[in-house]
Every structure is written in C-alpha cells, then in structure tokens.
Nanobody, 115 residues
Framework: QVQLVESGGGLVQPGGSLRLSCAAS????????MGWYRQAPGKQRELVAT???????NYADSVKGRFTISRDNGNIPVYLQMNSLQPEDTAVYYC?????????WGQGTQVTVSS
C-alpha cells in the first residue's frame, strides 16, 4: 500500500505560479513512477506530468515549458512547479504512484486560476 497526500493548491491570478507537493508513505520502495494528473469540471482526468525512479520526465503538450515535475532524493516528495498559469489550468490536481501492478491516487488539491 502507498498513501499519497497532496498540498499547495489554491487560487492564483492568470500568469501566476503555484507549487504542488505530494508526500508519499507506505511501501514507497516499490514505486517506479510518480505523476500528476488533473480533472476539470465536466472533463476526464488527464495526464499532466510523470517522473520515473530513474528521473525521466514526461509532460502533456499543454504544459510543456510551463510546468516542471521534480523530486527530492529518495523519490519523495514529488513536486509540480506551475508557472504562467492560465484559466484552462483550473482543475483538481491528483498525485499518482505506480507500484507493481497497482496504481495509487491522492485525494486531490484544487487549483483555480482566475482574476
């Protein structure tokens, strides 16, 4: 079992920045990739960014050049630095971890971009 807790969401004006954090506990030694997903009202959950145990990263086209996923030594916490935020980035952001054949989710943190 892996437990994930997100933090750092909030309200920000267009063009602003936020940093999300994901703390993991439990069987974290088995995690091989962690990531961030988001779900806007009325839309499906979508990939934002992932980072593997080896440090390889992957981003959705919509956030490339604006968002950066990173982690501390030992794979946790995992961060999502979000710059140049736009109203279309408004969503609930979820931390995700994959370990063996299992997928784990955090409870989500709301990000609202509005003037």
């Amino acid at each position: 079992q892996v437990q994930l807790v997100e933090s750092g969401g909030g309200l920000v004006q267009p063009g602003g920045s936020l940093r999300l954090s994901c703390a993991a506990s439990g069987s974290i030694f088995s995690v091989y990739v962690m990531g961030w997903y988001r779900q806007a009202p009325g839309k499906q959950r979508e990939l934002v960014a992932t980072i593997t145990r080896g440090g390889s990263t992957n981003y959705a086209d919509s956030v490339k050049g604006r968002f950066t996923i990173s982690r501390d030594n030992g794979n946790i916490p995992v961060y999502l630095q979000m710059n140049s935020l736009q109203p279309e980035d408004t969503a609930v952001y979820y931390c995700n971890a994959k370990a063996y054949q299992f997928t784990y989710w955090g409870q989500g943190t709301q990000v609202t971009v509005s003037s």
